[in-house]
């Protein structure tokens, strides 16, 4: 399937043909050096919010970014409730499903609360990479019908667990009621898009 979907194009085309403008509000929720940003920016000078727990992370994306006004970081993840988490550092698979001494303590914020703090109505992009958290992220917002605020999902699930792929087929099956797949890589990446777009 990574074959595949390299083959296809995927990492440079399916991952940015959006419909955005510079009015448009991206959140990048696992944005580890700031790169998928950069590139989606470039594309369309849209609205970036990234989120990135793991302090060395942040630092380098907040350097990359200083003077660029359009795309804002928030030192923590995003999930289903607010907590402090363990999280175990191994680059771009830092995980707080992992399990080595390289870890740190990172802050996860609920995505409800956040979304009503900033007021936002709509969310015309969110990608989500966020080593097994995605689970709980996608969960909140079904269960808060937050999802009916935006327009794709572009997320990657990972098979973490046993349980994974039961996850993540309960996960697509709920989000069929409000979106629709434009594209799917098992485990590699995978769009949903709103249904009345």
């Not at 988490?85 to 992992?98: C, D």
């Not at 989500?128 to 699930?157: A, H």
């Amino acid at each position: 399937m990574i074959r595949k979907w390299y083959a296809d194009g995927g990492n440079y085309k399916m991952r940015f043909d959006y419909d955005l403008n510079e009015e448009s509000v991206a959140l990048d929720v696992g944005g580890y050096q700031g790169q998928w940003a950069s590139d989606l920016f470039s594309r369309y000078r849209c609205n970036i919010y990234v989120f990135e727990p793991v302090s060395d992370f942040v630092e380098r994306i907040r350097v990359r970014f200083i003077h660029n006004d359009k795309i804002k970081i928030f030192p923590f993840g995003l999930g289903g409730y607010s907590r402090t988490e363990t999280i175990y550092i191994s680059k771009e698979s830092s995980s707080i499903y992992g399990a080595n001494t390289n870890c740190e303590q990172i802050k996860v914020v609920d995505v409800k609360d956040w979304i009503y703090e900033l007021e936002l109505d709509k969310i015309e992009l969110i990608k989500i990479n966020v080593e097994g958290g995605e689970y709980e992220l996608l969960d909140r917002l079904i269960e808060t019908k937050l999802v009916e605020k935006i327009d794709n999902i572009q997320v990657q699930f990972h098979n973490i667990s046993k349980e994974s792929r039961i996850q993540m087929e309960r996960i697509q099956q709920e989000l069929r009621k409000t979106h629709k797949p434009t594209y799917q890589y098992e485990f590699v990446w995978e769009n949903w898009t709103r249904k009345s777009n």
